[in-house]
């Protein structure tokens, strides 16, 4: 059925580079895409979103870029921090806006 | 951006007893909510919608009966666990839509942790 899902569960970086985080999705009708991070214990916080009329969206040190034509998202994180270690989701809506989660992946940064 | 309360954060029951767990969003007003289970270092499953003076609307394969929504006001909405069993035993994350002007994000508790013994 549709869904949407991470290319890599583990995501290791030093601290100051720049981490990749990726996803795609199938459901051709969804238009509104979110990236969530979500530290241990605690609840999906808001990072991005990114409506399907754009193909890239610019936030403080974080980029979403969004493909619609191979159905890819993805979250860049510049200068990566320790404080940025977490488990980050993509979710995708449609006309509901209701966040369908992907599977995640774990960003590690290593100081 | 908008702040959802979660109580409790912890919460440990014995098996057949009942758990209740609130959401709250504390600056602005959602008719929409969701509630969320995540098993550990898997993704969040959606539960059901909690709307506001109707009955919530429940994904496929959640018992209604089991996981009981109330949505009384504009800033509160509670999930009741009945006769909780260890399977139940979970994360529950709780989201709110803030629509104010338009808007269309959605923000979440910071999630309770269930374990039935």
Redesign the interface.
């Known amino acids: 059925g549709e869904s949407v899902g991470l290319h890599l569960p583990t995501l290791s970086v030093q601290e100051g580079d720049n981490s990749i985080i990726n996803c795609a999705y199938s459901n051709s009708a969804s238009d ?1 895409f ?1 990236w ?1 991070k979500q530290e241990s ?6 990072i991005i ?1 990114i409506r399907s009329n754009m193909d890239k969206r610019q936030g403080q040190r974080v980029t979403v870029l969004l493909n619609k034509t191979v159905k890819h998202l993805s979250l860049q994180i510049a200068a990566t921090q320790p404080g940025d270690s977490a488990v980050y ?1 993509c979710a995708e809506s449609g006309g509901s ?8 992946t774990s960003l590690i940064v290593h100081p | 951006g908008a702040v959802v309360s979660q109580h409790p954060s912890r919460v440990i029951c014995k098996s057949g007893t009942s758990v209740k767990i609130e959401c709250r969003s504390l600056d602005f007003q959602a008719t929409t909510m969701f509630w969320y289970r995540q098993f550990p270092k898997k993704s969040l499953m959606l539960m059901a919608t909690s709307n506001e003076g109707s009955k919530a609307t429940y994904e496929q394969g959640v018992e209604k009966d089991k996981f009981l929504i109330n949505h009384a006001s504009l800033t509160l909405s509670t999930l009741t666990v009945t006769s909780a069993h260890p399977e139940d035993s979970s994360f529950y994350i709780c989201s709110a839509r803030d629509e104010t002007g338009g808007r269309t994000e959605a923000f979440f508790g910071q999630g309770t942790r269930l374990t039935v013994v």
Do not use: L
């Open positions: 509104y979110i969530y214990g605690k609840g999906p916080q808001f979103d989701f806006y209701i966040p369908t989660f992907g599977r995640g």
